[in-house]
């Protein structure tokens, strides 16, 4: 089975991780544990309502969060090569 990715000329997960990244700041919080637990569980309330950043997240697939993870990991991997 092949997974396929979409090719978008917009991207609104990056969006939304940005947004999403600056309430969690603003609030306290560790982005990365936040969004991770939210990634794992599905449960929202990782993501703070602070901003409107938990309709935001909730407006993005899961799976698309983590592919935009993903591959801008394996982006930036591939510059430090360079």
Do not use: H, W
């Given at each position: 089975?092949?997974f396929?990715?979409?090719?978008?000329?917009s991207?609104?997960?990056r969006?939304?991780?940005w947004l999403?990244?600056?309430?969690l700041?603003?609030k306290?919080?560790?982005?990365?544990?936040?969004?991770?637990?939210?990634?794992?569980?599905?449960?929202?309330?990782?993501?703070?309502?602070?901003k409107?950043?938990?309709?935001?997240?909730?407006?993005v697939?899961r799976d698309?969060?983590?592919?935009?993870?993903?591959k801008v990991?394996i982006?930036n991997?591939k510059a430090?090569?360079?």
């Open positions: 089975m092949k396929s990715l979409t090719k978008e000329l991207n609104p997960a969006e939304v991780i999403v990244c600056e309430a700041k603003d306290g919080y560790d982005p990365v544990n936040q969004i991770v637990g939210y990634i794992i569980s599905g449960d929202p309330t990782y993501i703070t309502s602070y409107n950043a938990r309709s935001l997240i909730k407006r697939e698309e969060l983590l592919e935009e993870f993903v990991y982006e991997l430090s090569e360079e």
